[in-house]
Nanobody
């Protein structure tokens, strides 16, 4: 059973940085399969928003709000997904979730950034709070 667990959230002032991690247990990187992992965020009362997607080959796609400030990466050997958050703004305050599509058919790109329902596995989330 695949389980995802996020960590690294916290409270920072505007302009600060955080590094989120998502450890995947019960899963080993499969270079021959098109799996994707992603970061989403959600503010209470609003829809879940895609932040970044990374595909099997390490190609990345970002939401416009994340471009130039956030960086998604992964350690295939350790099955860990990262999200480096720089130049944080108060509007980045949200619960951040990692997600995995392990169907072997994920092509990455904006399609997978805007459709959270394609992801089978989700973590419990880590809160990021940015104060002005």
């Amino acid at each position: 059973q695949v389980q995802l667990k996020e960590s690294g959230g916290g409270s920072v002032q505007a302009g600060g940085s955080l590094r989120l991690s998502c450890a995947a247990s019960g899963y080993n990187y499969r270079p021959h399969r098109s799996d994707c992992m992603a970061w989403f965020r959600q503010v209470l009362g609003k829809e879940r928003e895609g932040v970044a997607v990374i595909d099997r080959d390490g190609s990345t796609t970002y939401a416009d709000s994340a471009k130039g400030r956030f960086t998604v990466s992964k350690d295939n050997a350790q099955s860990i997904l990262y999200l480096q958050l720089n130049s944080l703004k108060p509007e980045d305050t949200a619960m951040y979730y990692c997600a995995a599509d392990l169907s072997g058919t994920c092509a990455g790109g904006s399609y997978y950034l805007t459709r959270p329902w394609v992801y089978t596995y989700w973590g419990q989330g880590t809160q990021v709070t940015v104060s002005s």
